[in-house]
């Protein structure tokens, strides 16, 4: 073995870069915390900015221009990344009276939330969902989904996909679909009868794709009557997958925050990152030294491990939907929480 006549640590640093080799004491110790940190910054979108955009999309972006009209909540510290989070994407898509966005799948999985509008209808692998506001319908990896606007109303609705974290994991593919629409071979309703109390053998269990807003309302209502709520998170509900009783998606929980008037919750924090949108009513979050005032319509970012609690001021109650990446935590044993001082 051939050595420099005066070696050094720097001389070897040296030596071992031309080699593509690097020594452990060269990452410096003092960059690693005793808590996860995270890049993704609070944020808050107010729905007149996204409302406004979106109208001045629907009369400057056609169908044609984009695989999808969508306007996308863009962290500030993700700005080159064009994301919501690290691990989610957010998004509004505004479809118009008569228009069709056209089939395709990808390894990305999505969810919508409907926010305004009735009647129009997504296709998930040849089943017809159609849309009331307030309905939850997923998209999971590799299924084809078309959206047709035939209600006569434009309709509004919220997207969610892991697309950050499946770029991350370099696994991102897209597909367009061959024909400009799937054939229909059956709807949701018909396959929801078979999620009840009485179920066939589990031949089912990938089908499930909608939660309707008439079933999550009567189950909130239900909750409100006959518990108490969450200290950190007030009446919350989950959905999770009828078969397995698992999260909403293997990379994605979605779920429903009630808070009643006057209510608030207590603060906590956890390793898990969280997207909300009031769907209802209006309140503040407090998310670490921000102050976010939210009415119906706004977004706002909880990154990991920031402390943060909600409060309901007004005489009515509040909703907040909520996507976040936590089934990803807790299939990698990363998921941790604690109550924390706010
Ligand atoms: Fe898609
Ligand atoms: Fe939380």
């Known amino acids: 073995m051939k050595r420099p006549m005066t070696d050094s640590v720097e001389v070897l640093n040296a030596d071992m870069a031309k080699k593509n080799l690097g020594g452990h004491w060269q990452l410096g110790f003092e960059s690693y915390l005793a808590y996860p940190e995270t890049t993704v910054q609070p944020c808050l979108w107010k729905w007149k900015d996204v409302y406004e955009s979106l109208m001045r999309a629907g009369e400057v972006v ?3 221009q984009a695989e999808r009209r969508t306007i996308r909540l863009l962290n500030p510290a993700l700005k080159e990344r064009q994301a919501t989070t690290h691990t989610i ?3 509004f898509q505004y479809v118009k009276a008569g228009e069709h966005a056209r089939p395709h799948r990808h390894t990305a999985a999505a969810l919508r939330f409907i926010l305004k509008g009735n009647g129009a209808y997504t296709t998930v692998n040849g089943q ?3 849309m009331e506001e307030g309905d939850l319908i997923l998209t999971p990896q590799l299924t ?3 959206h047709t606007n035939d209600s006569g109303k434009p309709i509004i609705w919220l997207d969610g996909l892991d697309i950050p974290l499946v770029q991350s994991l370099q696994q991102l593919l897209f597909e367009p679909h061959p ?3 799937q054939p229909i071979e059956k709807t949701s309703d018909q396959v929801a009868l078979l999620y009840g109390h009485a179920r066939p053998n589990a031949a089912a269990a990938a089908e499930f794709f909608h939660y309707k807003w008439s079933d999550t309302e009567r189950c909130l209502s239900a909750l409100v009557k006959t518990a108490s709520p969450d200290r950190f998170d007030g009446y919350i509900l989950e959905f999770r997958n009828p078969v397995t009783g698992g999260p909403t998606m293997p990379t994605i929980q979605c779920a429903l925050e009630l808070l009643r008037p006057g209510e608030e919750t207590e603060a906590h924090r956890h390793t898990s990152t969280v997207i909300y949108h009031a769907f209802r009513g209006g309140g503040s979050s407090y998310v670490g030294d921000e102050r976010f005032d939210w009415q119906q319509g706004d977004s706002f970012v909880v990154p990991l491990w920031y402390p943060h609690r909600h409060v309901n001021r007004a005489a009515s109650e509040a909703v907040l939907f909520s ?5 990803v935590l807790k299939s990698l044993h990363l998921y941790r ?6």
Not at 323 to 327: K, T
Not at 337 to 342: C, D, H, S, T, V
């Open 144 to 146: 084809w989904h078309d």
């Open 128 to 130: 017809k969902c159609v």
């Open 62 to 64: 056609g169908m044609d």
């Open 179 to 181: 024909q400009e629409a």
């Open 89 to 91: 994407q957010f998004s």
């Open 337 to 342: 929480e604690e109550p924390a001082g706010l």
């Open 323 to 327: 996507m976040s990446d936590a089934p």
